[in-house]
């Protein structure tokens, strides 16, 4: 069982980070939506955990992130963007962990109709701020909950020990504690001392000190240290900590009565992510095997089944086992021509029933060298002997229609030529109108 660590958010309704391959996952987010009990008829609001997928044949970064719903795959976050979250997600997976943070699903008709319209998007920070980079404390200690920010003062006679916690991008997250203390040399008050891994690191002023005053007053009346998310920010010779948290007349009764020691510890920072060893987590389409439960857990569960490593299973390049949610996701490269179409349907043609591969008359250049590596064909020759050109397709269309034409005038057979050419076109358009995506 996987345990799963919590992610701040901003608030429980922020949802920032649009999620890709919705359309192919639809009977998943359905289950998901309908278990969330969440009282819209278009918006649905629920847990989800972030996976990383090192092993994904079809991630070329190979820093593949999966949204899921405890087995079930939701969707992607966006290639573009996945590889600056994956380091800090990779420690969290290779921690025997799973990161987990709130998700919202906007369904344009009734979620239950044949084609609904979705969309997930999930809640994030800035990439690089979702995981602190030291660990909480062992035990004995509540987190309060992430907000509004509040800046650390005299942190400048501690940069001997913040020197050790700035990251090589300058700005990074942390935890530090909070700690109710006698402050001052000459006008001595009571206020609120921040520490880091058990060193000062600086106080709050004044007044931040009285608000964050009670709250802390009482965590410890039930034997908890108060930790916080903090940012710092700095270089060689200066450094700046800024608190996140809610003050203490916002925080809720769940807030001031917390579970102690809600997160668990991850495996030291690394400045490489490389050097995390991140399981394989790659699932595929469809994918069944002893490991995956036919009923899975409820949204939101802390612990989630295990996923099941791609080398137990057996991969069956077939039209309905094919990932082409993956291999065909959009991207900006040109739409390929037919003769890449053609070449690419030829060559897996022999994986597929009676020789037919499924029509892809919208696949673009990288869209056909991706189906062609997944079924372990080179995709080089996409772009020899004049198969990447439009103007010598066109060329032949019209070489074509000239001899149609003239057999247009020859009597009963040339006529039949011509009829037989036309319901061809005919037919090869009226079926491309009942293709549906990603085809």
């Not at 509004?148 to 090589?168: N, R, W």
């Not at 020759?381 to 066109?394: I, V």
Request: one cysteine or more; glycine letters at 6%; charged letters at 20%.
């Amino acid at each position: 069982m996987s345990t799963c660590y919590q992610l701040p958010t901003i608030n429980s309704d922020w949802c920032n980070v649009p999620i890709k391959g919705e359309y192919y996952h639809q009977d998943e987010l359905r289950k998901a939506a309908y278990s969330s009990n969440s009282d819209g008829s278009h918006e649905y609001r629920f847990k989800v955990t972030l996976v990383c997928e090192p092993d994904n044949p079809h991630s070329r970064s190979g820093k593949a992130i999966s949204v899921r719903n405890g087995n079930d795959v939701l969707g992607y976050l966006p290639s573009e963007i996945a590889k600056d979250y994956f380091p800090e997600f990779a420690r969290v997976c290779a921690s025997g962990a799973v990161a987990e943070t709130a998700a919202r699903l906007w369904v344009a008709r009734d979620l239950f109709s044949p084609d609904p319209k979705m969309e997930l998007s999930v809640a994030l920070l800035e990439p690089g701020l979702n995981v602190p980079l030291n660990n909480p404390p062992a035990d004995g200690w509540a987190l309060i909950p992430y907000g509004k920010p509040f800046q650390v003062t005299k942190e400048s006679d501690h940069l001997d020990v913040l020197q050790d916690y700035i990251p090589e991008s300058g700005k990074g997250p942390l935890f530090v504690t909070l700690h109710k203390e006698n402050l001052g040399v000459k006008n001595i008050r009571v206020g609120i001392e921040v520490r880091l891994d058990g060193q000062r690191i600086g106080e709050l002023t004044k007044a931040s000190g009285e608000k964050m005053l009670p709250a802390i007053e009482h965590l410890n009346a039930q034997g908890l240290d108060a930790v916080c998310y903090a940012t710092i920010q700095g270089s060689a010779v200066a450094a700046e900590v800024t608190l996140h948290l809610l003050r203490s007349n916002e925080m809720d009764d769940e807030a001031l009565h917390p579970d102690p020691a809600p997160l668990p510890r991850l495996v030291e920072f690394e400045p490489d992510p490389n050097d995390y060893a991140v399981p394989n987590a790659y699932r595929g389409q469809d994918e069944k095997t002893p490991n995956t439960p036919e009923h899975e857990p409820v949204v939101g569960s802390s612990q989630i089944t295990p996923f099941a490593p791609t080398e137990n299973v057996a991969v069956m390049p077939t039209e309905g086992a094919a990932p082409w949610e993956m291999l065909l996701q959009p991207d900006d490269s040109e739409r390929a021509t037919p003769f890449q179409r053609g070449y690419v349907r030829g060559k897996i043609g022999s994986n597929f029933p009676n020789n037919r591969a499924p029509r892809i008359d919208y696949a673009t250049v990288n869209q056909c060298s991706n189906i062609l590596e997944y079924f372990g064909e080179s995709s080089a020759p996409l772009y020899t002997d004049g198969r990447n050109s439009n103007a010598l397709w066109w060329t032949l269309m019209i070489a074509i229609f000239i001899i149609v034409g003239l057999l247009a005038n020859i009597p009963v057979i040339g006529q039949i030529a011509v009829v037989m050419w036309l319901g061809f076109i005919a037919h090869h358009f009226i079926t491309r109108r009942g293709l549906k995506p990603p085809f």
